[in-house]
């Protein structure tokens, strides 16, 4: 497979660079992977696609306000994005960024009046800070949304909450898990008193996700690593699911990729926490172990969250689907619309 297959045009005009003024409001294009049916339809119909005794997995990871403008003792600006959490117990005294113009190990940079000492120039564009204060708090303070650069735009104060998700709950993303920005506690308590099983799990999702792949041979791009939880709860969950002949439903290709990256401890051990760094690069040619249906949105062309979707309803499929949502004027990429493939 080569890059160039997972190509498709998008107009401009439909890339969403603002949330719908209402959240939940989205169009919802309904996909059934066996045979290419599609329907179109609205975010709040998805409780039509769920039954009684489906699992829906959710990522309950909460994005910081991961854009930093520093400044040097000289005057100079700088501009810093924090590196997502991995592990259960980061230090954000001494963390990564990765950073814009020019930095030396040395280097002293002020964010409000807190002062922060690149230590180590990784290469590639990443150093490693140290500050006396903590980075998520100054982040939090001085911080502002690492919004994807295609919107073209700066964040405002919308963002801090529409780029968020309603369950967000354990900080450590620099990039929202996009397919849940579109789902509403009222949909949640529809879905649950339906008798569909609401279950989470933790993927803090990295500006890796959405880099560019830079080889031609789709097999041989190498997939970041990025930390993930998965409670003992929701793996029981899933069991009990699988062994009663329910679905598995991962609400995003983020939590697609942790489960599918576990697979093997969720479905043949006794249910117990995991943890770990999920760096699985999912494409055509995957068999999924773990989900039974996906709820995702409209990706970028050629990048590797569309190979995730593509693998799961087959390029044949998904392809005249997003040609139909062009050619229907849906929106596009993270405040655009949504799909779900069943």
């Known amino acids: 497979m080569q890059l160039s297959d997972f190509h498709y045009d998008i107009p401009h005009e439909l890339i969403a660079d603002q949330p719908p003024a209402v959240r ?114 100054i982040a939090e303070e001085y911080g502002s949304v690492p919004l994807p650069p295609y919107m073209n735009r700066d964040a405002t104060p919308t963002d801090i ?72 709860a929701t793996i029981a969950a899933i069991q009990a699911a699988k062994a009663s002949g329910n679905r598995v439903i991962a609400l995003g290709t983020t939590m697609t990729r942790t489960l599918e990256y ?11 926490d995991i943890t770990g760094e999920a760096d699985i690069f999912i494409y055509p040619g995957y068999k999924f172990q773990v989900i039974d249906a996906l709820i995702t949105n409209f990706h970028l062309p050629e990048s590797t969250v569309l190979m995730l979707a593509a693998a799961f309803a087959g390029w044949n499929i998904l392809r005249p689907a997003y040609e139909h949502a062009v050619a229907e004027q849906y929106r596009f990429f993270s405040y655009g619309d949504s799909m779900i493939i069943a």
């Not at 040097?72 to 001494?94: A, I, M, T, Y």
């Not at 990039?175 to 579109?182: H, M, Q, R, Y």
């Not at 803090?204 to 930390?227: N, S, W």
């Open 161 to 232: 909450e529409r780029y968020q998700t309603v369950f967000a709950r354990e900080i450590g993303s620099v990039a929202a898990p996009t397919a849940s920005l579109n789902m509403t506690d009222e949909i949640l308590a529809q879905l649950h008193a339906k008798g569909v099983i609401i279950a989470h799990a933790t993927l803090h999702v990295g500006l890796g996700t959405f880099l560019p792949i830079r080889v031609d041979d789709v097999a041989k791009h190498t997939m970041h690593q990025e930390y993930f939880s998965i409670p003992a």
């Open 262 to 272: 576990a697979h093997r401890q969720i479905l043949h051990e006794s249910p117990h």
């Open 24 to 137: 939940g409001t989205s169009r919802l294009l309904a996909l059934n992977r066996r045979t290419g049916v599609i329907n179109d339809r609205h975010y709040p119909d998805i409780v039509d696609y769920l039954n009684a005794g489906d699992v829906l997995v959710i990522n309950d990871t909460k994005v910081l306000k991961a854009r930093l403008h520093a400044r040097k003792p000289s005057g100079g600006e700088r501009e810093l994005v924090l590196v997502e959490q991995h592990g259960s117990r980061d230090d954000w005294f001494r963390h990564k960024v990765i950073y814009r113009r020019k930095l030396h190990a040395g280097d002293t940079l002020f964010v409000g009046d807190d002062e922060l000492v690149v230590e180590e120039i990784l290469g590639g564009g990443i150093a490693v800070v140290r500050s006396q204060r903590s980075l998520l708090d």
